[in-house]
Structure formats: structure tokens, C-alpha cells
């Protein structure tokens, strides 16, 4: 139908177009140049410009559609293009994820280039190679990403982790730096620079990233370390003072912020001291004494006055502590042990009998000493017997071989890192560490 009505219309216009030519034969002259000129009827000179002008709309019109179907066409292969690649990069994932490295990468190599997808799959390329422990190859493989991706957080977190895996830790931290600032509200992020400050001992800056995690606008971030961690930090970033009397002022700070941190009063005291402040450093183990009975702030303060020789200020100091609490062990058995050391055997004897039972043990040990002064050998023996235990030391406690936590009973597992078949006796931590030692004397090169 449509044929036809276009048919009819040809008819229609041809017909008037030639009455119109039959109505208007005059002549009409048309100068082409200056010595020639055309004489021609006014009628058909009329129709030859009229369809002279819609010859010429035609062809633009033509064009114009010509242009237009030539940009769908490669739209459409471009998009086409791009749906291949991302298909082939969703398979490659599949396979990375179940474990299937070589085959992803196979995909991965196979799969149609696309710049839109070229980031995702160097990343992921990269990703398969970290997995399968070849950060070398990860890394030049990162190095060839275009330059719109090259600057992605996710690609500078890859080449980090190459880099870390490689031993380069400055150019991991810097990595990561870059990726920080592309997402500088990334707690991922922020975790793992936080983690590398801290490995490289940049201790102010893990510090301020850890506090960043704690801080955040929702709360503490589930990436945040305990309280625990971020006192550490600060706690090592004031160790790493070398002015000793900026850094007991920062420990001290620290000990009041958190007065349960007994490494922050510890350590302000030890500074203290070597700013040749000894009474300062004294209150400062007093002050920690007051939040939490330490054993090693008893040590401090009785190391120091054995120092200036004033034993029975700390004699003094530890009754005071045993009268306030009376069923704490661990002044009770630090009062006998410098009573023991200034001579005095009998009243470090009425201490041990006031110990509670579950340090029977460890007061057994500090009698054994006691006895054995007095010269009775056969008492010494019995309480030193009573201190071991009825293994005589020989399976408890077990001791994890690679993180060293102690347990009371055997496991299959540790319970402090969760590896298998790790626990052993003090025997075989005795034998396993002599082994680790002449492994690392066999490693040595021969000086010869």
C-alpha cells in the first residue's frame, strides 16, 4: 500500500510540475556570466530550482542519516564489545573464587579488550597471581594498567600487597598512601596503612589513623583493634621519643588516660629515671600501684631502693600494700622475697602462711629458699618437690611451639593462635629450641 501511495504522489507532483510549466512559458534570461546568458521558459527554470533545492535537502538528509546509522552500528559492536568482556570477566571471577587460578587467567587472557572493563581485569589478573604466591608477576602485570585505572584504589591496594609481599615496604606504604587519598573514607583502607605504619615503625602515624577508626562518624569501626591497640601505639610512638623527658611526659599522659596500661606507668618511671629523676619515677610506680598491684611495678620500686639503699623503705611500703589487700598473692610474695633478701626468714615465713591456696605453689618456692638459708636441706627439698607438682614439671605447663601461650591441659589445638598439634611439654620445648638453634647455626655461611 504504501508503494502505491508513494507511486501516486511521483504522478501527482510530475503532473504539476509540467502544467505548471505549460502555464508559465514566458522566456526569462539567466546570466551565467558576464558574456553568457541562458534564455530559458519560467516555468521549467522555476521547477529546476525547486527540485535543484530539494535534491540538495535530500542529500543532507541522507548524509545526516547515513552518519547516524554508522554511529548505531559501532555502538552496537562496541556495546556488544563490552557485554563479551564483561561476561568473560564474571566467568573469570567464578573460576578465581572456586579456587580455579589458571583457568581464570585463561579466561582472562582469551576475553575481548575493552576499556571499560581493562581495569577490572588487570585487578583481577593481578588478584590470581597474589593468590597463587607470584607477587613479582602481580606486579608487572599492575605496572601495564592504563592510566584512567592505574590511579583506582583497588589497583594500588593489589600493587601494596605485591609490594609488601616482595619485602618493599616504603613503596606498599606509599601505594596505599595513594589509595587513601582517592578514598580517604575507606576503612579498609585505612586498616591496612595502619597496619604498615606499624611494621615500619611509624608509630604517631598508625596512632592517628587507629584513633580515625575509632572516631568515625558511625562509632568504632569493626577494622579498629581494641583499646588495647590503639594505647600501644601511642605507647610506642612515646618509647620512640629520644628526648627522655618529652617522653615520660607523653607516657604519663598516656598512664592517666588509661590508667589499667601498666606498660605506660612502667615505662614513664624507666625515662624518668634516665633523666636522672629517680623520686619522680617513684611516684610515678606509686600512682600505678594505685589502679592495679603490678609485679612489675613492685620490681621497679624495690630495684630502686636496693639502688639507694633503702631496703626497708620498700619493706614498709609492701606491708602497707599486704595490710590493704590482704588476699592478693602477688604482694604477699614479693613482701617475703625482699624479706628473704634482707635476712629476715621468720617474718617472710608468717607472709607465706597468710597466702592463699591457689598460690601454694609459687609460696612453696619462696619457702624452699627461706628453709634453705636456715641450712635444713631435707625442708628445702620437700617444698621445691611441692613447687613442681606431681609431674614434677615435666607436662605442665603445655606451651604452644609457635606462639608460646601456656595452657594447663593438653589440647589438640592451641587455643591462643588455633593451629594443630603444636603443644608440647617443657621437655620438648627444650629440645625443639635447641633444634631451631642449631637449624640457624647449620644456616650460617663458614667463615672459612
Excluded at 587467567?105 to 576475553?111: I, P
Excluded at 634482707?342 to 627461706?370: C, F, M, T
Excluded at 603444636?422 to 672459612?448: G, N, V, Y
Aim: charged fraction near 25%; include cysteine.
Amino acid at each position: 500500500m504504501r508503494y502505491w501511495l508513494t507511486a501516486t504522489l511521483a504522478v501527482a507532483i510530475t503532473i504539476a510540475g509540467g502544467w505548471f510549466v505549460l502555464l508559465n512559458p514566458d522566456p526569462v534570461s539567466l546570466h551565467a556570466s558576464p558574456s553568457r546568458v541562458w534564455v530559458l521558459p519560467l516555468g521549467a527554470t522555476l521547477l529546476a530550482a525547486f527540485l535543484l533545492g530539494a535534491a540538495v535537502v535530500g542529500l543532507f538528509a541522507a548524509a545526516g542519516a547515513l552518519s547516524r546509522g554508522s554511529r548505531t552500528r559501532r555502538a552496537r559492536r562496541r556495546s556488544l564489545v563490552q557485554l563479551r568482556a564483561q561476561e568473560a570477566l564474571e566467568r573469570a571471577e567464578a573460576l578465581a573464587w572456586a579456587g580455579e587460578r589458571s583457568s581464570a587467567r585463561a579466561a582472562l587472557m582469551t576475553a575481548p579488550e575493552h576499556v571499560a572493563s581493562a581495569g577490572k581485569r588487570i585487578a583481577l589478573l593481578a588478584e590470581t597471581y597474589l593468590q597463587d604466591h607470584a607477587p613479582e608477576t602481580a606486579r608487572s602485570v599492575l605496572a601495564g594498567a592504563p592510566p584512567d585505572a592505574a590511579g583506582s584504589p583497588r589497583i594500588l591496594d593489589l600493587k601494596a600487597r605485591a609490594d609488601e609481599a616482595l619485602g618493599d615496604r616504603a613503596a606498599a606504604i606509599d601505594a596505599l598512601e595513594r589509595a587513601r587519598r582517592a578514598a580517604p573514607s575507606s576503612p579498609r583502607l585505612m586498616a591496612r596503612l595502619r597496619d604498615l605504619y606499624a611494621a615500619d615503625g611509624r608509630w604517631n602515624d598508625a596512632a592517628g589513623l587507629e584513633t580515625e577508626l575509632w572516631l568515625g562518624p558511625s562509632g568504632p569501626n569493626p577494622l579498629a583493634g581494641d583499646r588495647d591497640m590503639l594505647r600501644g601505639f601511642r605507647y610506642q610512638a612515646a618509647m620512640s621519643e629520644a628526648d627522655p623527658h618529652r617522653a615520660a611526659r607523653a607516657l604519663r599522659t598516656l598512664a592517666e588516660e588509661a590508667p589499667e596500661f601498666v606498660p605506660a606507668w612502667v615505662s614513664a618511671g624507666d625515662r624518668l629515671v634516665q633523666d636522672g629523676r629517680s623520686a619522680a619515677a617513684r611516684r610515678i610506680w606509686l600512682r600505678g600501684l594505685r589502679h592495679r598491684l603490678s609485679a612489675v611495678l613492685l620490681e621497679r620500686i624495690a630495684a630502686l631502693d636496693e639502688a639507694s639503699g633503702e631496703q626497708e623503705r620498700t619493706v614498709r611500703l609492701f606491708e602497707r600494700l599486704s595490710e590493704r589487700h590482704p588476699g592478693d598473692a602477688t604482694i604477699a610474695l614479693h613482701l617475703a622475697k625482699v624479706l628473704l633478701r634482707e635476712g629476715r626468714p621468720e617474718q617472710a615465713n608468717e607472709v607465706l602462711d597468710r597466702i592463699p591456696a591457689p598460690a601454694d605453689a609459687l609460696a612453696a618456692r619462696v619457702r624452699g629458699v627461706s628453709v634453705h638459708r636456715r641450712g635444713d636441706i631435707a625442708a628445702a627439698a620437700d617444698s621445691f618437690v611441692h613447687a613442681l607438682g606431681p609431674d614434677l614439671g615435666l607436662t605442665r605447663p603445655w606451651r604452644c611451639g609457635p606462639c608460646g601461650a601456656a595452657a594447663p591441659e593438653w589440647s589438640g589445638r592451641c587455643g591462643t593462635c588455633g593451629r594443630w598439634n603444636t603443644l608440647l611439654a617443657p621437655p620438648e620445648c627444650i629440645t625443639a629450641s635447641d633444634l631451631l638453634i642449631q637449624d640457624a647455626k647449620r644456616s650460617q655461611p663458614d667463615p672459612r
